[in-house]
């Protein structure tokens, strides 16, 4: 499995961006999504997560109420939807996948399987 993400880029803060994560070689079906970031010097962190079934979504504190998590009915694109982005949005981010993840461990990256190669969002001030 291949994941691409992409949607970043340079918008002002209380601007909005959407990125997406398309899966190559398989659908998202049975697998839970997340969206971790990384700002610099700082270490990866949970952002957002669907489950396998698609029917929860879950979110980091810092980002509840902006964020929104979504994915085809394809099942082969989840999107991030980001509102009311602030500087401290900046960072890399990027999606994974993993088809053994529960709800406890959605923010775990190291129970992810599969990474893309991240996205650049950069907030200015």
């Known amino acids: 499995v291949q994941l691409q993400a992409s949607g970043g880029g340079l918008v002002p803060t209380g601007g909005s961006l959407r990125l997406s994560c398309v899966a190559s070689g398989r659908t998202f079906s049975g697998s839970a999504v997340g969206w971790f970031r990384q700002r610099p010097g700082k270490e990866r962190e949970f952002v957002s997560a669907i489950s396998r079934t698609g029917g929860s979504t879950y979110y980091a504190d810092s980002v509840k109420g902006r964020f929104t998590m979504s994915r085809d009915s394809a099942g082969k694109t989840v999107y991030l939807q980001m509102n009311s982005l602030k500087p401290e949005d900046t960072a890399v981010y990027y999606c994974?996948?993993?088809?053994?993840?529960?709800?406890?461990?959605?923010?775990?990256?190291?129970?992810?399987?599969?990474w893309g190669q991240g996205t650049l969002v950069t907030v200015s001030s």
């Open positions: 994974a996948s993993g088809s053994r993840l529960i709800t406890s461990s959605l923010g775990t990256p190291h129970m992810y399987d599969y």
